[in-house]
RNA sequence: GCCGGUGUGGCGGAAUGGUAUACGCGGCGGUCUCAAAAACCGCUCCCUUCACUGGGUUGUGGGUUCGAGUCCCACCACCGGCACCA
């Protein structure tokens, strides 16, 4: 009889139709088995699903498939993350609504998102940009602001003044604007921002969770607590015009002096600043500046408003530091030394309170800026043999031997005991107290644009601002806006947005117009899942209680930080509120890798690497292209694409059809029979269960493929040794082993083997099988000789071979005699059924 | 620059501190065919050798250990993030 071709379209087009008209998928709220969330992170619907969403859908499916034949009521959502700056570029660019882009790029993306072949839970779908999803996003805001967690001031944007218009990062082009070319400045503005701040100490909490150590470690490390003391100096006021000796004899005695913190985890170098640094953006700057410095600060103010953060902190050698001196002091409150006052861009306003003591001698950046400008360097520690010497040192010395020119502090050690001395000391003397510092800033909120959620917050001529009732939301986006190069969201331009009337008074009052970051959307998605069509509520306590928290969060690496530390800050909020009742969204996370083109860079249209998941899949099938996609590398790895090794992954499936429908056409003519190579068979069964079960367990998908091609192999080969083999039911449950292994990866095709081997439900419905842990190991085993560590010979032996008579049979060995080369056996370390090391 | 990660044959990669190179791709040889493709079988890290054998090899340089791809230190290269792309 004829074999049967492999035709991948034929058979997942068939599936398809079946599993979507079963509502298979859908996970219920009162499916009595143990619950588990499966979860991806949302794509933003640019209107391409790309191979990179493939992959980490696949992966994510693999395990969600996995789980629900372990016996899980699995709940796979997906939903669309729709707001945000694309879709305004292409309003802009093609002249279009973003509304119509976003909804259009959806339609298209749901299609490409069924080609997958996964297991997804349709009837929970959630889009952020439509009201009935927004409404809630509001609503959690006005929650926040309720505690007191959302709150507006002055932050700075990037400010294109050609365009007049914000700028996010991305529209910065080495610190002028993509679109003109003009030099960007930050200006500040009045935005909204969330109190994440409050939540430092408990975000670096990550017990419980399963998460990998590479992403606590940049959360801490971004949260970026750390322990000193902020210690007050004085700054004297320079009179505001000019007098002959600069203001300083005539008029110090009686000057007005205002104070300044600094924050320092080194106060136990208090006694060595020789200058003191604030930041440009600093609120006294102005006033601490003498009049003859005035132009000179005014031009550096204007020169730091045009660099990036990241420029700022460069501590690259290529960077010379720079400053201005303001021509104004401030005095040591442990010394009372005069020290000049400087304005530096390497102190940024966000971090600690925008103000630096210098101590060159023990400070790397204080160091360099010390040597720029030709300020005193001074030594507060030096080392056991006296052999600093600050005119000659060419880097800063931290962490060095012990405390000199300090006063009672003299000969005390570099230690924590010793800064701990300084910090009472500086508290009895009332110069300032112990404290922790964050690097971590609250959250800007604000984005001056439409495409977004709207602010709900109304400001009222008389009640000032006034949080927008919760039964007037959803405070709706307009469908349509014109965008106007005015650096106001557009919603200013649309009268029946702005204009309203204010909750408390009824009279005329306006909107805020700024709209939220799409972070905020991204951080309850989650939630909603549970309840995604409540008309009346964010969500249902007890629905949420069912499905939360997440049990698998798979999602790229980018979102170690911002998204995943976001979320968990809502969730803590939003538990100290009482509106939900656990700790952590996501209970266990994994990050999956990127998918590179052919030539290993990464896929972009200017290179022309790109893959487009829709044509391999009608070439190859899904199936192929998700085994193949699994099998490029470790999944946390990604990796890139090689057509040849789709070809070999196809080739593959082809094969395990073949070894199913010879099968088929075998078992029509014999009667079952049990032979000799089933034995075999059996157990090549059992330890392809055990492989094919941990790797998925561990999302080991590129090792359980290579078990599951060995398994083919292997039952080819049995079959090439004993034709009769096929006729052993030992076979034929190997067959259906290789089905149900088969189905999380390639579902359609698992599928297909099943009903074939006349089953009439589905695969993805059946238990895991189980495997008998004695059957996993091998009847022989290969004991490795090594003589001083290398490779001398190797012993056939039985499993529990005693270590004397491995040592016995080692010895007897020429080979390990000649390698000995008469030296006598001084050790021999053994592993059991393993290795044998002979040390002589 | 700072924070985090990765580096193994011609290529993608495998390897609880214990036989480095599983599995797959590519290449070479063969079977089948008038021929080719497909499919199937065999070989394939490097040097030495007709062969047996011996030696070498996991980015570079050191170290710990009976034994290191794996642990530690330093360096090099590449990748992700750096707060308004999401």
């Given at each position: 009889m004829a074999r049967s071709k492999y035709q991948p379209t034929e058979i997942e087009a068939r599936w398809q139709a079946r599993w979507a008209g079963q509502d298979a998928y859908a996970a219920r709220n009162d499916d009595p088995r143990p619950k588990f969330y499966n979860l991806v992170m949302f794509p933003y619907p640019s209107g391409d699903l790309h191979i990179g969403h493939w992959y980490n859908y696949t992966g994510a499916d693999i395990f969600g498939r996995f789980q629900r034949m372990n016996g899980y009521n699995v709940m796979q959502p997906i939903g669309f993350d729709a707001f945000g700056l694309p879709a305004e570029n292409a309003a802009i660019k093609r002249n279009i609504q973003p509304r119509e882009w976003t909804l259009d790029n959806i339609a298209n993306m749901r299609k490409q998102l069924g080609k997958l072949g996964a297991a997804w839970d349709w009837d929970r779908e959630v889009v952020t940009c439509l009201p009935d999803y927004y409404r809630w996003t509001?609503?959690?805001?006005?929650?926040?602001?309720?505690?007191?967690?959302?709150?507006?001031?002055?932050?700075?944007?990037?400010?294109?003044?050609?365009?007049?218009?914000?700028?996010?990062?991305?529209?910065?082009?080495?610190?002028?604007?993509?679109?003109?070319?003009?030099?960007?400045e930050r200006r500040e503005i009045d935005q909204w921002l969330l109190r994440i701040t409050r939540y430092a100490d408990e975000l670096l909490n990550f017990e419980g969770l399963d998460w990998p150590e590479k992403t606590k470690l940049m959360q801490t490390n971004w949260i970026g607590r750390s322990e000193g003391a902020e210690v007050r100096f004085k700054a004297i006021v320079p009179p505001k015009t000019q007098t002959r000796d600069g203001g300083r004899r005539s008029s110090e005695d009686h000057a007005e002096t205002i104070e300044i913190s600094v924050f320092t985890t080194r106060p136990d170098t208090i006694y060595g600043v020789t200058f003191f640094l604030l930041a440009p953006e600093h609120p006294l700057v102005e006033k601490l500046t003498a009049p003859k410095q005035r132009n000179a600060v005014r031009?550096?103010?204007?020169?730091?408003?045009?660099?990036?953060?990241?420029?700022?902190?460069?501590?690259?050698?290529?960077?010379?530091?720079?400053?201005?001196?303001?021509?104004?002091?401030?005095?040591?409150?442990?010394?009372?030394?005069?020290?000049?006052?400087?304005?530096?861009?390497?102190?940024?306003?966000?971090?600690?309170?925008?103000?630096?003591?210098?101590?060159?001698?023990?400070?790397?950046?204080?160091?360099?800026?010390?040597?720029?400008?030709?300020?005193?360097?001074?030594?507060?520690?030096?080392?056991?043999?006296?052999?600093?010497?600050?005119?000659?040192?060419?880097?800063?010395?931290?962490?060095?031997?012990?405390?000199?020119?300090?006063?009672?502090?003299?000969?005390?050690?570099?230690?924590?005991?010793?800064?701990?001395?300084?910090?009472?000391?500086?508290?009895?003397?009332?110069?300032?107290?112990?404290?922790?510092?964050?690097?971590?800033?609250?959250?800007?909120?604000?984005?001056q644009r439409y495409?977004?959620?709207?602010?709900?917050?109304?400001?009222?001529?008389?009640?000032?601002?006034?949080?927008?009732?919760?039964?007037?939301?959803?405070?709706?986006l307009p469908d349509e806006a014109e965008f106007k190069p005015t650096g106001e969201s557009p919603l200013r331009y649309d009268?029946?947005?702005?204009?309203?009337?204010?909750?408390?008074?009824?009279?005329?009052?306006?909107?805020e117009t700024d709209t939220l970051d799409?972070?905020?959307?991204?951080?309850?998605?989650?939630?909603?899942?549970?309840?995604p069509h409540d008309e009346t509520q964010a969500w249902a306590a007890d629905k949420v209680a069912k499905w939360l928290p997440v049990d698998m969060y798979i999602g790229g690496a980018e979102h170690a930080v911002m998204h995943l530390l976001y979320a968990r800050f809502f969730v803590k909020a939003l538990r100290d509120m009482g509106l939900l009742a656990f700790e952590e969204p996501?209970?266990?996370?994994?990050?999956?890798?990127?998918?590179?083109?052919?030539?290993?860079?990464?896929?972009?249209?200017?290179?022309?690497?790109?893959?487009?998941?829709?044509?391999?899949?009608?070439?190859?099938?899904?199936?192929?292209?998700?085994?193949?996609?699994?099998?490029?590398?470790?999944?946390?790895?990604?990796?890139?694409?090689?057509?040849?090794?789709?070809?070999?992954?196809?080739?593959?499936?082809?094969?395990?059809?073949?070894?199913?429908?010879?099968?088929?056409?075998?078992?029509?003519?014999?009667?079952?029979?049990?032979?000799?190579?089933?034995?075999?068979?059996?157990?090549?069964?059992?330890?392809?269960?055990?492989?094919?079960?941990?790797?998925?367990?561990?999302?080991?998908?590129?090792?359980?493929?290579?078990?599951?091609?060995?398994?083919?192999?292997?039952?080819?080969?049995?079959?090439?040794?004993d034709k009769a083999v096929t006729n052993d039911p030992r076979f034929t449950a190997a067959l259906e082993t290789l089905a149900l292994l088969l189905a999380p990866m390639a579902p359609f095709i698992g599928e297909e083997m099943w009903h074939g081997l006349a089953h009439a439900d589905s695969v993805h419905a059946q238990s895991w099988p189980g495997y008998d842990p004695a059957l996993t190991v091998d009847e022989r085993v290969t004991v490795v000789v090594q003589v001083n560590g290398k490779l001398r010979d190797k012993l056939e032996a039985a499993p529990g071979i005693s270590e004397d008579e491995a040592r016995e049979l080692a010895l007897a060995s020429a080979k390990v005699q000649a390698a000995l080369a008469g030296r006598p056996v001084r050790k021999v370390i053994y592993v059991p059924g393993k290795l044998l090391n002979v040390v002589g």
């Open positions: 509001q609503w959690v805001f006005l929650q926040f602001y309720k505690q007191g967690l959302a709150y507006r001031t002055k932050a700075p944007a990037n400010w294109c003044p050609t365009c007049n218009t914000t700028l996010a990062n991305e529209q910065v082009v080495s610190g002028a604007c993509e679109r003109c070319g003009t030099l960007v031009a550096y103010i204007e020169q730091a408003s045009h660099e990036s953060e990241i420029e700022r902190m460069s501590a690259d050698k290529a960077r010379p530091k720079t400053g201005v001196p303001l021509g104004s002091y401030a005095l040591n409150p442990v010394s009372g030394e005069r020290i000049p006052i400087w304005i530096a861009d390497y102190v940024l306003m966000g971090y600690g309170t925008g103000a630096v003591m210098g101590v060159p001698a023990h400070d790397q950046r204080d160091f360099t800026f010390a040597r720029a400008f030709g300020l005193p360097i001074r030594l507060v520690y030096q080392d056991e043999t006296g052999s600093l010497d600050a005119d000659a040192m060419s880097e800063a010395a931290p962490h060095v031997g012990h405390v000199i020119n300090s006063g009672q502090f003299n000969g005390l050690p570099d230690s924590q005991a010793t800064v701990n001395a300084f910090i009472q000391y500086i508290e009895e003397i009332g110069a300032g107290k112990a404290t922790v510092n964050y690097r971590l800033r609250d959250w800007l909120v604000s984005r495409w977004g959620a709207p602010i709900p917050i109304i400001y009222c001529p008389e009640h000032g601002e006034v949080a927008v009732p919760e039964d007037d939301l959803p405070v709706r009268p029946s947005f702005l204009h309203t009337t204010c909750p408390i008074c009824g009279k005329p009052a306006t909107r799409t972070f905020i959307c991204s951080s309850w998605y989650f939630l909603r899942y549970a309840d996501f209970t266990r996370l994994y990050h999956q890798g990127t998918v590179l083109g052919p030539d290993g860079q990464k896929m972009s249209k200017s290179r022309g690497n790109v893959i487009a998941p829709d044509s391999v899949v009608s070439r190859y099938g899904a199936d192929a292209v998700r085994a193949y996609l699994m099998f490029m590398g470790p999944f946390d790895q990604g990796g890139p694409w090689n057509n040849q090794g789709i070809e070999g992954v196809s080739r593959y499936l082809n094969r395990v059809w073949a070894l199913y429908s010879d099968y088929l056409d075998e078992q029509s003519s014999g009667a079952q029979v049990e032979v000799a190579a089933g034995v075999g068979v059996k157990r090549l069964r059992h330890r392809t269960i055990a492989r094919v079960t941990e790797d998925y367990r561990n999302l080991r998908f590129n090792t359980a493929l290579a078990a599951l091609m060995e398994f083919v192999n292997g039952l080819n080969k049995a079959r090439d040794d």
